[in-house]
């Protein structure tokens, strides 16, 4: 089972929304509801932001949304914080186990 | 209030054992599934697999079939990894993490979205 695919790297201001998208497969991604986000702060454990793909737990933000069209899933951030940089992870069913993204690096400018 | 204490940081040689913790508390053990994820430093999250407590049925990753053997006690609410012959490249952050459901207790059929409860994370630390 591959990771799923990830940008390296994503950067945006405070005035602009940034997305990131998470491509799987019809195996994965495409075939279950289940597509969840992590948030991982330097030096702390990730953190859930969105599940299902487009549900978020109490206390998240609502700055982050997630979607998802096809095999693609996606986290919006829109009017990224200062604290909002950190690395980005999205975590998909793919039958019996479960498949993370390579990550992706959210820089605040 | 619910929570995974995680045991202490690691140092071995190659070829010894070891098996880490994952201590739950603040909810019903038994009716949650646990999984294992792996964090090589500098690189991104691997699912390395699950286990559901109420019957310690588990499920691995391709990847760490055979690598690892995650395990629970349900009379001191812990979950475990361990290894038999560390390698170098076992060297890593490993962290336990609940599934959830949306209901108080989660049955083993029951539809899992999501990791929502996380332990500090075990440094590991394979070197000669």
């Known amino acids: 089972q591959s990771a799923l695919t990830q940008p390296a790297s994503v950067s945006g201001s405070p005035g602009q929304s940034i997305t990131i998208s998470c491509t799987g497969t019809s195996r994965d991604v495409g075939g279950y509801n289940l597509v969840s986000w992590y948030q991982q702060h330097p030096g702390r454990a990730p953190k859930l932001i969105i599940y299902?793909?487009?549900k978020r737990p109490s206390g998240v933000s609502n700055r982050f949304s997630g979607s998802k069209s096809g095999n693609t899933a996606s986290l919006t951030i829109s009017g990224p914080q200062a604290e909002d940089e950190a690395d980005y992870y999205c975590c998909s069913f793919a039958g019996s186990i479960w498949v993370f993204g390579g990550g992706t690096k959210l820089t605040v400018l | 209030e619910v929570h995974l204490e995680q045991s202490g940081a690691e140092v071995k040689k190659p070829g010894e054992s070891l098996k880490i913790s994952c201590e739950a508390s603040?909810?019903?053990?038994?009716?949650?599934?646990i999984a294992w994820v792996r964090q090589v430093p500098g690189k991104g999250l691997e699912w390395m697999g699950v286990?559901?407590?109420?019957?310690?049925?588990?499920t691995y990753s391709p990847s760490f079939q055979g690598q690892v053997i995650i395990s629970a006690d349900r009379s001191i609410s812990t979950a475990y990894l361990q290894w038999s012959s560390l390698q170098a490249s076992d060297t890593a952050i490993y962290y336990c993490?609940?599934?959830?459901?949306?209901?108080?207790?989660?049955?083993?059929?029951?539809?899992?979205?999501?990791?929502?409860?996380w332990g500090q994370g075990t440094t590991v630390i394979v070197s000669s």
């Open positions: 603040g909810y019903n053990f038994n009716f949650y599934w």
């Open positions: 286990i559901y407590a109420g019957d310690s049925h588990t």
């Open positions: 299902e793909d487009t």
């Open positions: 993490a609940r599934y959830d459901c949306g209901f108080d207790t989660c049955e083993k059929s029951s539809v899992v979205y999501g990791m929502n409860v």
